[in-house]
């Protein structure tokens, strides 16, 4: 079945940092790709989506782009801030929109000032 | 919108009793999502609707979990009788055809 695999965490970063959380997935289509974003004691919420290859999502500062050759979608940005401490969650779907989201674990990343 | 709505926040009970959460789309949204949040297996889907009718339930687990959307501004997932490996966040989503699903707060169940 489709699968979502996140870097494991806790990820630490200090502010102004450069992020990288590494996303691959499997799926026996041509997925939609998402990264949602759980703040503390809140639901999750999109972040960035894109529905085909070589899409670039963007939001915030946050940026992904889907690889259908390497079948991942990486999420960066250039420069953190301690408000993007929170979990990042890598997610498909071969329905294009909601349907049968698949997450993968999370990545809890912590921004130090 | 005030946007999806779920109660309770919290719920701490007693293994063997019945526990229901209780969850209010976003107005106008046609599905209906229940997920389940663990440490363990973290986030999976439990069960979805579509315009008030199930469309697939292969996430729930047992038959100790059912779920049902009598209208198109209520749903419960109910849990007969729990168990302490429920313990959990249980989180409902709504969203229209193609788009994003909008998350609520989520119900964190402990079954002691």
């Known amino acids: 079945g489709d699968s979502v695999t996140q870097m494991e965490g806790p990820v630490t970063l200090s502010e102004e940092a450069f992020l990288t959380i590494n996303c691959t997935y499997t799926a026996t289509g041509y997925p939609s790709l998402f990264w949602y974003v759980q703040y503390p004691g809140e639901g999750l919420q999109l972040l960035l989506k894109a529905t085909k290859a070589d899409d670039k999502g963007s939001n915030k500062g946050f940026e992904a782009t889907y690889r259908k050759e390497t079948t991942s979608f990486h999420l960066e940005k250039g420069s953190v801030q301690v408000s993007d401490s929170a979990v990042y969650f890598c997610?498909?779907?071969?329905?294009?929109?909601?349907?049968?989201?698949?997450f993968g674990k999370g990545t809890k990343l912590t921004v130090n000032p | 919108d005030a946007g999806v709505i779920q109660s309770p926040r919290h719920e701490v009970t007693e293994m063997g009793q019945e526990v229901t959460l209780r969850c209010k789309p976003i107005?106008?949204?046609?599905?209906l999502f229940w997920y389940r949040q663990t440490m363990m297996r973290g986030l999976e889907l439990l069960i979805y609707f579509n315009n008030n009718v199930p469309i697939d339930d292969s996430g729930m687990p047992e038959d100790r979990f059912s779920a049902k959307m009598p209208n198109a501004s209520f749903s419960t997932l109910k849990i007969q009788p729990s168990e302490p490996r429920d313990s959990a966040v249980y989180f409902c989503?709504?969203?229209?055809?193609?788009?994003?699903?909008?998350f609520g707060q989520g119900t964190r169940l402990t079954v002691v």
């Open positions: 989503a709504s969203s229209l055809m193609n788009t994003e699903a909008f």
């Open positions: 107005s106008g949204h046609d599905y």
């Open positions: 997610a498909l779907s071969e329905r294009g929109g909601s349907e049968k989201l698949v």
